[in-house]
């Protein structure tokens, strides 16, 4: 069974930073992609960062040169540094994981994280 746990979320004041953190048991199998996705009220979920077992990132526009994402193969670990926080940033943050071939589903999502951005 395949399970994502995050955590790091809270409040800051814009400006600040935060790093989320994402647990994925995965069993035998190693996610293609792991991925940070964020929703805010009324708003679709967006995809914020993602990053493949090669370590091919990828950035929302609106992220670039302040979150960075990583990866630790071989704890399936994903991790978001969050910098220089706005408070267009803030909403629940999601850790996703992608699979080509193996678990039951080809995506598996965590519960969600709030970040809130506020002064």
């Known amino acids: 069974q395949v399970q994502l746990v995050e955590s790091g979320g809270g409040l800051v004041q814009p400006g600040g930073s935060l790093r989320l953190s994402c647990a994925a048991s995965t069993g035998i199998f190693t996610p293609y992609v792991m991925a940070w996705y964020r929703q805010a009220p009324g708003k679709q979920r967006e995809l914020v960062a993602s990053?493949?077992?090669?370590?091919?990132?990828n950035s929302a526009d609106s992220v670039k040169g302040r979150f960075t994402i990583s990866r630790d193969n071989a704890k399936n670990l994903v991790y978001l540094e969050m910098n220089r926080l706005k408070p267009e940033d803030t909403a629940v943050y999601y850790c996703?994981?992608?699979?080509?071939?193996?678990?039951?589903?080809?995506?598996?999502w965590g519960q969600g994280t709030q970040v809130t951005v506020s002064s």
């Open positions: 990053i493949s077992s090669e370590g091919i990132i």
């Open positions: 996703n994981a992608k699979f080509l071939r193996g678990p039951p589903r080809h995506d598996y």
